[in-house]
């Protein structure tokens, strides 16, 4: 069972940053491959970016990429969402999600249905 917990959104202008991070409870943390999603009014939760376990393979939405970057790091159980020059379009609540994939097929980070544990989700917003 791992327990996650999302902070750091808030109100930023556009081209501003927010660094997000999600603190995950349990002993086993580095076992897990950590996805970060996003939910804006009216539309699918969507993939934003995910680490493989050992940190060293990242995954990247198209509209996100050379914008953000996510990051782990084990001994403090916490993965982060650093995001650049924000756009008014990436409004939304961000959440943070885990699973130890052990079929080991790394395509299948980018699906929300794959992963088990969920954070409760931070809100982000983006003024024009």
């Known amino acids: 069972q791992v327990q996650l917990v999302e902070s750091g959104g808030g109100l930023v202008q556009a081209g501003g940053s927010l660094r997000l991070s999600c603190a995950a409870s349990?002993?086993?943390?580095?076992?897990?491959?950590m996805g970060w999603f996003r939910q804006a009014p009216g539309k699918e939760r969507e993939f934003v970016a995910a680490?493989?376990?050992?940190?060293?393979?990242?995954y990247y939405a198209d509209s996100v990429k050379g914008r953000f970057t996510i990051s782990r790091d084990n001994a403090k159980n916490t993965v982060y969402l650093q995001m650049n020059s924000l756009k008014p379009e990436d409004t939304a609540v961000y959440y943070c999600?885990?699973?130890?994939?052990?079929?080991?097929?790394?395509?299948?980070?980018?699906?929300?249905?794959?992963?088990?544990?969920w954070g409760q989700g931070t809100q982000v917003t983006v003024s024009s």
């Open positions: 680490l493989w376990k050992s940190g060293s393979i990242t």
């Open positions: 999600a885990a699973d130890r994939f052990p079929n080991g097929i790394a395509a299948q980070v980018r699906f929300a249905y794959e992963y088990h544990y």
């Open positions: 349990g002993r086993t943390f580095s076992t897990y491959v």
